[in-house]
């Protein structure tokens, strides 16, 4: 397996989305999503990707970790959290010494441990409150 800090393309994120049944997103706006991604990887795996990552956000203190996907016939394998590690190394190595970093992440339902396996707390904890979402079509 090759693990690489870019996007994956358009088909490759499409195919992906879909092995995990989230369907499929419009082509346009994929392609707008990936190009203002902060941070990505892509690992691939034979004639294709296997999965993927990424960091969206300010580029300075607030980011949100999404679209973290691996293909069913390869989890299990470590591949989802040495993505996310990657991510978040890459993030904190660009921002300067005395600033502060937030990265949030919205789990799927029974993969909080996942997220927690990676340094992440629970919400709501302490003075942080409950995360809420808002989806708008």
Wanted: glycine share 12%.
């Amino acid at each position: 397996m090759k693990y690489s800090l870019t996007a994956p393309t358009v088909a490759e994120f499409n195919d992906l989305y879909a092995a995990v049944g989230w369907g499929r997103l419009p082509e346009a706006q994929v392609a707008y999503a990936l190009a203002h991604t902060a941070y990505a990887i892509t690992v691939r795996a034979g004639d294709g990707a296997v999965g993927m990552a990424r960091l969206i956000g300010d580029g300075a203190f607030c980011y949100e970790l999404v679209d973290v996907i691996t293909r069913p016939d390869y989890q299990g394998q470590g591949i989802g959290k040495h993505m996310c590690q990657q991510l978040i190394d890459a993030a904190r190595a660009a921002k300067a010494p005395s600033w502060g970093l937030a990265i949030d992440v919205f789990s799927a339902a029974g993969k909080e441990g996942f997220y927690q396996s990676l340094g992440f707390t629970l919400r709501p904890a302490g003075p942080h409150g409950a995360g809420l979402t808002l989806v708008t079509r």
